[in-house]
Protein backbone atom coordinates (compact mmCIF):
# COMPACT_ATOMS: atom_id res chain seq x y z
CA UNK A 1 0.00 0.00 0.00
CA UNK A 2 2.46 2.32 0.62
CA UNK A 3 4.09 1.79 -2.90
CA UNK A 4 0.31 2.37 -4.40
CA UNK A 5 0.34 6.23 -2.18
CA UNK A 6 3.63 6.63 -3.49
CA UNK A 7 2.75 5.97 -6.69
CA UNK A 8 -0.22 8.21 -6.23
CA UNK A 9 1.61 11.05 -4.95
CA UNK A 10 4.01 10.94 -8.08
CA UNK A 11 1.11 11.62 -10.42
CA UNK A 12 -0.44 13.94 -8.92
CA UNK A 13 2.75 15.80 -8.67
CA UNK A 14 3.45 15.84 -12.63
CA UNK A 15 0.01 17.73 -12.94
CA UNK A 16 -0.16 21.17 -13.71
CA UNK A 17 -0.15 21.82 -10.15
CA UNK A 18 3.34 20.47 -9.93
CA UNK A 19 5.21 23.98 -9.82
CA UNK A 20 2.89 25.14 -7.61
CA UNK A 21 3.68 22.19 -4.78
CA UNK A 22 7.02 22.42 -5.33
CA UNK A 23 7.32 26.16 -4.74
CA UNK A 24 6.29 25.34 -1.59
CA UNK A 25 8.36 22.97 -0.36
CA UNK A 26 6.51 23.03 3.47
CA UNK A 27 3.06 21.53 1.35
CA UNK A 28 4.97 19.34 -0.20
CA UNK A 29 6.57 17.79 2.98
CA UNK A 30 3.32 17.61 4.53
CA UNK A 31 1.38 16.12 1.59
CA UNK A 32 4.17 13.12 1.58
CA UNK A 33 4.27 12.40 5.38
CA UNK A 34 0.29 12.04 5.07
CA UNK A 35 -0.06 9.66 2.37
CA UNK A 36 3.17 7.76 4.26
CA UNK A 37 1.25 7.93 6.80
CA UNK A 38 -2.35 6.70 5.78
CA UNK A 39 -0.02 3.70 4.18
CA UNK A 40 1.41 2.92 7.40
CA UNK A 41 -2.19 3.17 9.08
CA UNK A 42 -3.24 0.63 6.24
CA UNK A 43 -1.00 -1.64 6.44
CA UNK A 44 -1.06 -1.64 10.32
CA UNK A 45 -4.80 -3.05 10.47
CA UNK A 46 -4.19 -5.05 7.47
CA UNK A 47 -1.26 -7.56 9.31
CA UNK A 48 -4.09 -7.48 12.21
CA UNK A 49 -6.75 -9.39 9.91
CA UNK A 50 -10.32 -10.28 11.73
CA UNK A 51 -10.70 -13.87 12.94
CA UNK A 52 -13.56 -15.60 12.93
CA UNK A 53 -13.54 -19.46 13.49
CA UNK A 54 -16.63 -21.28 12.66
CA UNK A 55 -17.03 -24.60 14.49
CA UNK A 56 -20.27 -26.75 13.69
CA UNK A 57 -21.34 -29.38 16.33
CA UNK A 58 -21.56 -32.92 15.12
CA UNK A 59 -20.88 -32.26 11.23
CA UNK A 60 -19.14 -34.84 9.26
CA UNK A 61 -17.13 -35.31 6.60
CA UNK A 62 -19.85 -35.80 3.57
CA UNK A 63 -22.25 -32.95 5.21
CA UNK A 64 -21.55 -30.37 2.97
CA UNK A 65 -22.13 -30.65 -0.85
CA UNK A 66 -18.18 -29.03 -1.57
CA UNK A 67 -17.17 -32.14 0.52
CA UNK A 68 -19.51 -34.84 -1.36
CA UNK A 69 -22.95 -34.69 -0.16
CA UNK A 70 -26.05 -34.84 -2.61
CA UNK A 71 -29.26 -35.27 -0.38
CA UNK A 72 -28.44 -31.36 1.18
CA UNK A 73 -27.09 -28.12 -0.14
CA UNK A 74 -25.22 -25.95 1.65
CA UNK A 75 -24.08 -22.85 -1.15
CA UNK A 76 -22.78 -20.17 1.52
CA UNK A 77 -20.45 -22.32 3.71
CA UNK A 78 -19.16 -24.03 0.06
CA UNK A 79 -18.24 -20.25 -1.04
CA UNK A 80 -15.50 -20.28 1.62
CA UNK A 81 -14.06 -23.34 -0.69
CA UNK A 82 -14.62 -21.22 -3.63
CA UNK A 83 -13.11 -18.32 -2.45
CA UNK A 84 -10.33 -19.80 -0.52
CA UNK A 85 -8.86 -23.85 0.44
CA UNK A 86 -10.44 -26.64 1.30
CA UNK A 87 -8.19 -28.96 3.66
CA UNK A 88 -9.23 -33.45 3.00
CA UNK A 89 -6.94 -34.13 5.17
CA UNK A 90 -8.21 -32.28 8.74
CA UNK A 91 -8.57 -33.76 12.62
CA UNK A 92 -10.36 -32.97 15.19
CA UNK A 93 -8.36 -34.29 18.70
CA UNK A 94 -11.21 -36.60 19.48
CA UNK A 95 -14.03 -37.81 18.25
CA UNK A 96 -16.36 -36.07 21.21
CA UNK A 97 -17.28 -32.29 22.18
CA UNK A 98 -15.54 -31.56 24.98
CA UNK A 99 -12.18 -32.77 24.87
CA UNK A 100 -12.08 -30.99 21.00
CA UNK A 101 -13.17 -27.70 22.79
CA UNK A 102 -10.28 -27.92 24.93
CA UNK A 103 -8.23 -28.85 22.49
CA UNK A 104 -9.10 -25.98 20.10
CA UNK A 105 -8.62 -23.10 22.54
CA UNK A 106 -5.38 -24.70 24.54
CA UNK A 107 -3.62 -26.22 21.47
CA UNK A 108 -3.11 -28.99 24.13
CA UNK A 109 -4.31 -32.74 23.24
CA UNK A 110 -7.16 -33.21 25.53
CA UNK A 111 -5.75 -36.73 27.10
CA UNK A 112 -2.97 -34.82 28.33
CA UNK A 113 -4.98 -33.63 31.12
CA UNK A 114 -4.86 -35.81 34.71
CA UNK A 115 -8.92 -35.70 34.22
CA UNK A 116 -11.08 -36.79 32.04
CA UNK A 117 -12.59 -34.25 29.64
CA UNK A 118 -15.89 -33.78 30.00
CA UNK A 119 -18.18 -31.17 31.62
CA UNK A 120 -21.70 -32.32 32.41
CA UNK A 121 -23.96 -29.54 34.28
CA UNK A 122 -22.29 -28.64 37.61
CA UNK A 123 -18.69 -29.69 36.30
CA UNK A 124 -15.53 -27.02 36.71
CA UNK A 125 -13.91 -25.17 34.62
CA UNK A 126 -12.20 -27.36 32.29
CA UNK A 127 -9.22 -25.32 31.17
CA UNK A 128 -6.74 -24.10 33.67
CA UNK A 129 -7.09 -19.98 34.30
CA UNK A 130 -3.15 -19.87 33.58
CA UNK A 131 -3.18 -22.12 30.34
CA UNK A 132 -2.75 -19.54 27.55
CA UNK A 133 -5.90 -19.90 24.64
CA UNK A 134 -6.48 -18.69 21.58
CA UNK A 135 -8.86 -16.20 23.53
CA UNK A 136 -5.96 -14.87 25.37
CA UNK A 137 -3.65 -15.12 22.51
CA UNK A 138 -5.77 -12.87 20.71
CA UNK A 139 -6.75 -10.48 23.13
CA UNK A 140 -2.83 -9.65 24.08
CA UNK A 141 -2.45 -8.71 20.43
CA UNK A 142 -4.85 -5.77 20.78
CA UNK A 143 -8.19 -7.76 19.28
CA UNK A 144 -11.53 -7.58 21.09
CA UNK A 145 -12.46 -11.19 21.79
CA UNK A 146 -15.59 -12.87 21.76
CA UNK A 147 -17.43 -16.61 21.89
CA UNK A 148 -21.47 -17.06 20.79
CA UNK A 149 -22.83 -21.08 21.28
CA UNK A 150 -21.87 -23.82 22.94
CA UNK A 151 -19.68 -23.46 25.68
CA UNK A 152 -19.47 -26.92 27.35
CA UNK A 153 -16.60 -26.82 29.16
CA UNK A 154 -17.39 -25.73 32.59
CA UNK A 155 -17.84 -22.91 35.19
CA UNK A 156 -16.48 -22.06 38.17
CA UNK A 157 -13.58 -24.20 41.03
CA UNK A 158 -13.30 -27.64 41.45
CA UNK A 159 -13.37 -26.70 45.01
CA UNK A 160 -16.63 -25.04 45.14
CA UNK A 161 -19.60 -26.39 43.90
CA UNK A 162 -21.35 -24.28 41.38
CA UNK A 163 -23.88 -21.66 42.59
CA UNK A 164 -26.52 -20.75 39.48
CA UNK A 165 -28.28 -18.21 41.00
CA UNK A 166 -24.67 -16.25 40.91
CA UNK A 167 -21.68 -15.26 38.64
CA UNK A 168 -20.35 -18.71 36.84
CA UNK A 169 -16.79 -17.86 37.30
CA UNK A 170 -14.26 -18.87 36.22
CA UNK A 171 -15.60 -18.90 32.75
CA UNK A 172 -15.13 -17.82 29.33
CA UNK A 173 -13.88 -14.23 30.09
CA UNK A 174 -11.54 -15.74 32.47
CA UNK A 175 -9.48 -17.93 29.81
CA UNK A 176 -9.66 -14.70 27.60
CA UNK A 177 -12.60 -13.85 26.30
CA UNK A 178 -14.16 -10.39 26.62
CA UNK A 179 -17.87 -11.14 25.50
CA UNK A 180 -19.31 -14.65 26.10
CA UNK A 181 -23.16 -15.85 25.24
CA UNK A 182 -24.08 -19.38 24.66
CA UNK A 183 -25.66 -22.45 26.70
CA UNK A 184 -24.60 -23.90 29.93
CA UNK A 185 -24.95 -27.55 28.47
CA UNK A 186 -27.14 -29.05 25.90
CA UNK A 187 -28.84 -30.89 28.44
CA UNK A 188 -30.19 -27.62 29.41
CA UNK A 189 -32.61 -25.14 28.18
CA UNK A 190 -30.71 -21.56 29.71
CA UNK A 191 -28.21 -19.73 28.08
CA UNK A 192 -25.54 -17.45 29.94
CA UNK A 193 -24.36 -13.69 29.07
CA UNK A 194 -20.76 -13.45 30.76
CA UNK A 195 -21.07 -14.15 34.12
CA UNK A 196 -24.90 -14.83 34.55
CA UNK A 197 -27.78 -16.77 33.63
CA UNK A 198 -29.96 -14.83 31.12
CA UNK A 199 -33.38 -14.07 32.94
CA UNK A 200 -32.70 -15.60 36.54
CA UNK A 201 -35.19 -14.23 38.74
CA UNK A 202 -34.71 -13.63 42.62
CA UNK A 203 -38.11 -14.98 43.69
CA UNK A 204 -37.70 -18.27 41.34
CA UNK A 205 -34.00 -19.29 42.10
CA UNK A 206 -32.26 -22.20 40.03
CA UNK A 207 -31.91 -25.28 42.53
CA UNK A 208 -30.86 -28.36 41.05
CA UNK A 209 -30.61 -32.11 42.14
CA UNK A 210 -28.60 -34.34 40.84
CA UNK A 211 -28.87 -33.75 36.68
CA UNK A 212 -32.67 -32.40 37.54
CA UNK A 213 -33.90 -28.45 37.79
CA UNK A 214 -35.83 -28.58 40.79
CA UNK A 215 -36.69 -24.85 40.85
CA UNK A 216 -35.73 -22.00 38.43
CA UNK A 217 -36.95 -22.82 35.55
CA UNK A 218 -38.33 -19.39 34.31
CA UNK A 219 -34.96 -18.58 33.47
CA UNK A 220 -34.67 -22.07 31.14
CA UNK A 221 -35.94 -19.98 27.94
CA UNK A 222 -34.50 -21.33 25.25
CA UNK A 223 -36.27 -23.26 22.70
CA UNK A 224 -34.46 -25.67 20.39
CA UNK A 225 -36.09 -24.37 17.71
CA UNK A 226 -35.13 -21.04 17.66
CA UNK A 227 -31.93 -21.54 19.37
CA UNK A 228 -29.74 -21.26 15.99
CA UNK A 229 -31.07 -18.14 15.38
CA UNK A 230 -30.96 -16.91 18.52
CA UNK A 231 -27.27 -17.85 18.63
CA UNK A 232 -26.40 -16.90 15.34
CA UNK A 233 -28.06 -13.21 15.98
CA UNK A 234 -25.47 -12.61 18.99
CA UNK A 235 -22.60 -13.70 16.62
CA UNK A 236 -23.66 -11.07 13.87
CA UNK A 237 -24.03 -8.38 17.02
CA UNK A 238 -20.74 -8.73 18.03
CA UNK A 239 -19.24 -8.24 14.55
CA UNK A 240 -21.18 -5.13 14.37
CA UNK A 241 -20.21 -3.52 17.63
CA UNK A 242 -16.46 -4.24 16.69
CA UNK A 243 -16.15 -3.47 13.13
CA UNK A 244 -13.66 -0.47 13.84
CA UNK A 245 -11.56 -2.38 15.38
CA UNK A 246 -9.85 -6.12 15.07
CA UNK A 247 -11.61 -8.55 16.51
CA UNK A 248 -12.23 -12.43 16.86
CA UNK A 249 -15.12 -14.51 17.23
CA UNK A 250 -15.53 -18.01 18.13
CA UNK A 251 -18.64 -19.27 16.80
CA UNK A 252 -19.86 -22.43 18.02
CA UNK A 253 -23.09 -23.29 16.67
CA UNK A 254 -25.32 -26.40 17.73
CA UNK A 255 -25.83 -27.24 14.74
CA UNK A 256 -26.32 -29.84 13.97
CA UNK A 257 -26.28 -31.56 17.00
CA UNK A 258 -29.41 -34.09 17.97
CA UNK A 259 -32.18 -33.26 19.04
CA UNK A 260 -32.27 -32.22 15.27
CA UNK A 261 -34.85 -29.20 15.69
CA UNK A 262 -34.79 -26.92 12.54
CA UNK A 263 -36.29 -23.35 12.62
CA UNK A 264 -40.30 -24.14 10.78
CA UNK A 265 -38.21 -22.05 7.72
CA UNK A 266 -36.13 -25.00 6.94
CA UNK A 267 -38.44 -27.87 7.29
CA UNK A 268 -38.67 -30.25 3.95
CA UNK A 269 -36.08 -28.03 2.41
CA UNK A 270 -33.60 -30.88 1.89
CA UNK A 271 -33.94 -33.85 0.85
CA UNK A 272 -32.04 -35.91 3.75
CA UNK A 273 -35.07 -35.03 6.05
CA UNK A 274 -34.64 -33.14 9.64
CA UNK A 275 -31.05 -34.30 9.05
CA UNK A 276 -30.44 -32.62 6.35
CA UNK A 277 -32.99 -29.20 7.40
CA UNK A 278 -30.92 -28.82 9.87
CA UNK A 279 -27.87 -28.32 7.82
CA UNK A 280 -29.67 -25.74 5.81
CA UNK A 281 -30.09 -24.08 9.02
CA UNK A 282 -26.32 -24.15 9.82
CA UNK A 283 -25.47 -22.50 6.09
CA UNK A 284 -28.28 -20.09 6.53
CA UNK A 285 -26.19 -18.66 9.31
CA UNK A 286 -22.63 -18.87 7.63
CA UNK A 287 -24.69 -17.48 4.73
CA UNK A 288 -25.99 -14.54 6.94
CA UNK A 289 -22.61 -13.70 8.81
CA UNK A 290 -20.75 -13.96 5.27
CA UNK A 291 -22.99 -11.25 3.87
CA UNK A 292 -22.14 -8.97 6.86
CA UNK A 293 -18.74 -8.67 6.46
CA UNK A 294 -19.61 -8.21 2.90
CA UNK A 295 -21.53 -5.25 3.97
CA UNK A 296 -19.22 -3.96 6.12
CA UNK A 297 -16.85 -3.72 3.98
CA UNK A 298 -14.93 -6.27 6.57
CA UNK A 299 -14.73 -9.38 3.85
CA UNK A 300 -11.34 -8.59 2.41
CA UNK A 301 -9.01 -8.79 5.84
CA UNK A 302 -10.99 -11.24 7.38
CA UNK A 303 -10.35 -14.79 7.52
CA UNK A 304 -12.85 -16.81 8.00
CA UNK A 305 -12.37 -20.53 9.06
CA UNK A 306 -15.33 -23.74 9.43
CA UNK A 307 -14.36 -26.68 10.80
CA UNK A 308 -16.70 -28.99 13.17
CA UNK A 309 -15.87 -30.38 16.31
CA UNK A 310 -15.75 -34.23 15.62
CA UNK A 311 -17.24 -36.00 13.10
CA UNK A 312 -20.68 -37.05 11.84
CA UNK A 313 -23.18 -39.39 13.58
CA UNK A 314 -25.42 -42.10 11.43
CA UNK A 315 -29.22 -41.93 13.19
CA UNK A 316 -31.67 -42.85 11.58
CA UNK A 317 -33.68 -39.38 10.15
CA UNK A 318 -30.61 -39.05 7.88
CA UNK A 319 -29.65 -42.62 7.17
CA UNK A 320 -32.82 -43.17 6.61
CA UNK A 321 -33.34 -41.09 3.73
CA UNK A 322 -30.11 -42.08 2.08
CA UNK A 323 -27.52 -39.55 3.41
CA UNK A 324 -24.40 -40.93 4.94
CA UNK A 325 -22.84 -37.88 7.04
CA UNK A 326 -19.37 -39.57 7.24
CA UNK A 327 -18.73 -41.33 3.62
CA UNK A 328 -16.35 -42.62 2.38
CA UNK A 329 -14.47 -43.49 5.64
CA UNK A 330 -15.38 -46.36 8.56
CA UNK A 331 -16.60 -44.70 11.96
CA UNK A 332 -18.50 -41.82 12.91
CA UNK A 333 -18.86 -39.44 16.73
CA UNK A 334 -17.17 -40.93 18.81
CA UNK A 335 -14.75 -43.43 17.15
CA UNK A 336 -11.03 -43.06 16.61
CA UNK A 337 -11.78 -44.28 13.24
CA UNK A 338 -11.29 -40.97 10.65
CA UNK A 339 -15.33 -41.32 10.15
CA UNK A 340 -15.23 -40.01 14.07
CA UNK A 341 -12.13 -37.17 13.49
CA UNK A 342 -11.78 -36.26 9.91
CA UNK A 343 -13.67 -33.33 9.42
CA UNK A 344 -14.79 -30.84 7.05
CA UNK A 345 -11.80 -27.74 7.07
CA UNK A 346 -12.19 -24.36 4.96
CA UNK A 347 -10.04 -21.43 4.99
CA UNK A 348 -10.97 -18.02 3.59
CA UNK A 349 -8.55 -15.09 3.60
CA UNK A 350 -8.96 -12.73 0.18
CA UNK A 351 -5.53 -11.59 -1.40
CA UNK A 352 -3.38 -14.05 0.82
CA UNK A 353 -5.42 -17.08 -0.20
CA UNK A 354 -5.64 -18.73 -3.60
CA UNK A 355 -9.39 -19.16 -4.09
CA UNK A 356 -11.02 -22.97 -5.07
CA UNK A 357 -7.76 -24.65 -4.07
CA UNK A 358 -7.22 -27.55 -1.97
CA UNK A 359 -4.85 -29.14 0.15
CA UNK A 360 -3.33 -32.89 1.55
CA UNK A 361 -1.86 -31.95 4.35
CA UNK A 362 -2.77 -33.28 8.09
CA UNK A 363 -3.72 -30.64 9.92
CA UNK A 364 -5.82 -31.35 13.32
CA UNK A 365 -8.10 -28.38 15.36
CA UNK A 366 -5.21 -28.08 18.01
CA UNK A 367 -3.01 -26.05 15.45
CA UNK A 368 -5.46 -22.93 15.55
CA UNK A 369 -3.06 -21.08 18.89
CA UNK A 370 0.11 -21.59 16.84
CA UNK A 371 -1.39 -20.49 13.83
CA UNK A 372 -3.56 -17.43 15.23
CA UNK A 373 0.22 -16.50 17.27
CA UNK A 374 1.74 -16.59 13.10
CA UNK A 375 -1.23 -14.85 11.86
CA UNK A 376 -0.55 -11.85 14.77
CA UNK A 377 2.77 -11.97 14.63
CA UNK A 378 3.42 -13.56 18.17
CA UNK A 379 5.76 -16.26 19.42
CA UNK A 380 4.30 -18.85 21.73
CA UNK A 381 5.71 -19.58 25.14
CA UNK A 382 7.24 -22.68 25.80
CA UNK A 383 4.26 -23.65 28.03
CA UNK A 384 1.36 -23.26 25.55
CA UNK A 385 -0.23 -24.98 22.83
CA UNK A 386 2.23 -28.27 23.39
CA UNK A 387 0.44 -29.92 20.62
CA UNK A 388 -0.27 -26.80 18.15
CA UNK A 389 1.51 -26.18 15.14
CA UNK A 390 1.96 -23.27 12.45
CA UNK A 391 -0.24 -24.50 9.38
CA UNK A 392 -0.38 -21.08 7.82
CA UNK A 393 1.85 -22.20 5.72
CA UNK A 394 -0.25 -24.57 4.23
CA UNK A 395 -3.20 -22.29 4.24
CA UNK A 396 -1.47 -19.71 2.02
CA UNK A 397 0.15 -22.72 -0.06
CA UNK A 398 3.70 -21.79 0.71
CA UNK A 399 4.07 -25.10 2.64
CA UNK A 400 7.21 -26.98 0.87
CA UNK A 401 7.20 -30.12 3.37
CA UNK A 402 4.50 -31.85 6.21
CA UNK A 403 3.58 -28.77 8.48
CA UNK A 404 2.52 -31.64 11.10
CA UNK A 405 4.93 -34.39 11.44
CA UNK A 406 2.39 -36.34 13.78
CA UNK A 407 -0.96 -36.66 14.88
CA UNK A 408 -2.72 -38.35 17.94
CA UNK A 409 -6.22 -39.02 18.27
CA UNK A 410 -8.40 -40.14 20.74
CA UNK A 411 -12.00 -41.85 20.75
CA UNK A 412 -13.90 -40.30 23.80
CA UNK A 413 -12.79 -37.63 27.01
CA UNK A 414 -10.50 -40.36 28.77
CA UNK A 415 -7.42 -39.09 30.14
CA UNK A 416 -4.21 -41.75 28.74
CA UNK A 417 -2.02 -40.82 31.82
CA UNK A 418 -5.16 -42.72 34.29
CA UNK A 419 -4.81 -45.71 32.55
CA UNK A 420 -8.84 -45.43 31.62
CA UNK A 421 -9.63 -47.92 29.03
CA UNK A 422 -13.36 -46.43 28.20
CA UNK A 423 -11.46 -45.03 24.99
CA UNK A 424 -9.00 -45.59 21.97
CA UNK A 425 -6.06 -43.54 20.93
CA UNK A 426 -4.23 -43.48 17.25
CA UNK A 427 -1.27 -42.31 15.95
CA UNK A 428 -0.30 -40.89 12.63
CA UNK A 429 2.78 -40.52 10.69
CA UNK A 430 2.36 -40.01 6.61
CA UNK A 431 -0.43 -42.26 5.58
CA UNK A 432 0.51 -44.84 8.52
CA UNK A 433 -2.18 -44.63 11.19
CA UNK A 434 -1.81 -46.86 14.06
CA UNK A 435 -4.85 -47.84 16.35
CA UNK A 436 -3.87 -48.55 20.13
CA UNK A 437 -6.65 -51.53 20.28
CA UNK A 438 -9.08 -53.59 18.70
CA UNK A 439 -12.22 -51.78 17.31
CA UNK A 440 -13.31 -48.04 16.33
CA UNK A 441 -14.23 -46.92 20.44
CA UNK A 442 -17.49 -46.25 19.61
CA UNK A 443 -19.47 -47.77 16.33
CA UNK A 444 -18.63 -51.45 17.42
CA UNK A 445 -19.45 -51.27 20.57
CA UNK A 446 -22.58 -53.71 21.95
CA UNK A 447 -23.63 -51.04 24.05
CA UNK A 448 -26.61 -49.29 23.11
CA UNK A 449 -26.20 -45.35 21.82
CA UNK A 450 -29.36 -44.76 20.54
CA UNK A 451 -29.93 -42.35 18.65
CA UNK A 452 -26.77 -43.21 17.02
CA UNK A 453 -26.64 -46.28 14.66
CA UNK A 454 -24.23 -48.94 15.48
CA UNK A 455 -21.09 -50.43 13.25
CA UNK A 456 -23.08 -53.38 11.44
CA UNK A 457 -26.48 -51.10 11.37
CA UNK A 458 -24.84 -48.85 8.67
CA UNK A 459 -22.89 -51.45 6.66
CA UNK A 460 -19.41 -50.48 7.56
CA UNK A 461 -17.15 -53.12 6.51
CA UNK A 462 -13.69 -54.41 8.08
CA UNK A 463 -11.48 -56.79 8.01
CA UNK A 464 -11.53 -57.38 11.53
CA UNK A 465 -15.47 -57.75 11.50
CA UNK A 466 -17.73 -60.03 10.46
CA UNK A 467 -20.60 -58.80 8.03
CA UNK A 468 -23.14 -59.04 11.10
CA UNK A 469 -20.66 -56.42 13.19
CA UNK A 470 -18.80 -59.38 15.36
CA UNK A 471 -15.16 -58.76 16.23
CA UNK A 472 -13.48 -62.55 14.18
CA UNK A 473 -11.65 -64.22 16.94
CA UNK A 474 -8.18 -64.03 15.28
CA UNK A 475 -8.59 -60.29 15.27
CA UNK A 476 -5.12 -58.63 15.50
CA UNK A 477 -4.95 -56.44 19.02
CA UNK A 478 -4.75 -53.56 17.62
CA UNK A 479 -4.62 -52.21 13.82
CA UNK A 480 -2.38 -50.44 11.59
CA UNK A 481 -4.06 -48.91 8.04
CA UNK A 482 -2.29 -47.53 5.21
CA UNK A 483 -4.58 -44.30 4.53
CA UNK A 484 -3.50 -43.25 1.36
CA UNK A 485 -4.54 -46.81 -0.59
CA UNK A 486 -7.68 -47.19 2.46
CA UNK A 487 -8.75 -44.35 4.04
CA UNK A 488 -12.08 -45.77 4.95
CA UNK A 489 -9.84 -48.26 6.90
CA UNK A 490 -11.09 -51.65 5.98
CA UNK A 491 -7.98 -53.92 6.15
CA UNK A 492 -6.15 -53.94 8.92
CA UNK A 493 -2.42 -54.73 8.55
CA UNK A 494 -1.09 -55.20 11.74
CA UNK A 495 0.30 -58.36 11.56
CA UNK A 496 1.79 -57.61 6.92
CA UNK A 497 4.28 -54.96 8.84
CA UNK A 498 5.23 -55.35 12.68
CA UNK A 499 8.27 -53.12 11.68
CA UNK A 500 5.57 -50.19 11.35
CA UNK A 501 3.97 -51.00 14.07
CA UNK A 502 7.38 -50.92 16.28
CA UNK A 503 7.94 -47.67 15.14
CA UNK A 504 4.31 -46.18 15.77
CA UNK A 505 4.42 -47.73 19.23
CA UNK A 506 7.51 -45.69 19.93
CA UNK A 507 6.60 -42.76 18.35
CA UNK A 508 2.78 -42.86 20.40
CA UNK A 509 5.01 -43.66 24.13
CA UNK A 510 7.53 -41.00 23.48
CA UNK A 511 4.67 -38.35 22.32
CA UNK A 512 3.00 -38.96 25.71
CA UNK A 513 6.27 -39.55 27.69
CA UNK A 514 7.35 -35.65 26.14
CA UNK A 515 4.63 -33.95 27.11
CA UNK A 516 4.94 -32.10 23.79
CA UNK A 517 4.66 -32.90 20.15
CA UNK A 518 5.90 -29.59 19.02
Given amino acids: MRVIFTLLLSSFLTTSLR???WSSTRFAVLAFSVCWALASSFGAESAKPNIVFIMADDLGYNDLTCQGATKLKTPNIDRLAKEGIRFTDAHTPAGLCCPTRYGVLTGRYPWRRKQQTWASPGAALLIE??????????????YATGIVGKWHLGFGSAKQKVDWNAELKPGPLEIGFDYFFGDVSNRWGAYVENHRIVGLRADDPIRIEGQKVVSGKSAFTMKNEDNASTLHTKAMAFIEQHKDEPFYLHYVPNNIHTPLTPNAKFAGTSEAGKYGDFVHELDWSVGELLALLDKLKLTERTLVIF???????YEREGFGHGHRSCAPLNGQKGD???????????????????????????????????????ITGQSLPDDAGPDSFNVLPAMLGEAKSEVRPNLVVQSGSSSYFEKRREGLWAVREGKWKLVMGQGSGYSTEKTDRAPYLKFADVGMTNSDYTPDGQLKPDAPPAQLYDLDSDPGETKNLWREHPDIVAK????FEKLCEDKRSR
Fill in 19 to 21: SLL
Fill in 129 to 142: EKRMTTASLMKQAG
Fill in 307 to 313: SSDNGGV
Fill in 336 to 374: VWEGGNRVPFLVRWPGRIAPGTTSKQVICLTDMLSTFAA
Fill in 504 to 507: LTKL
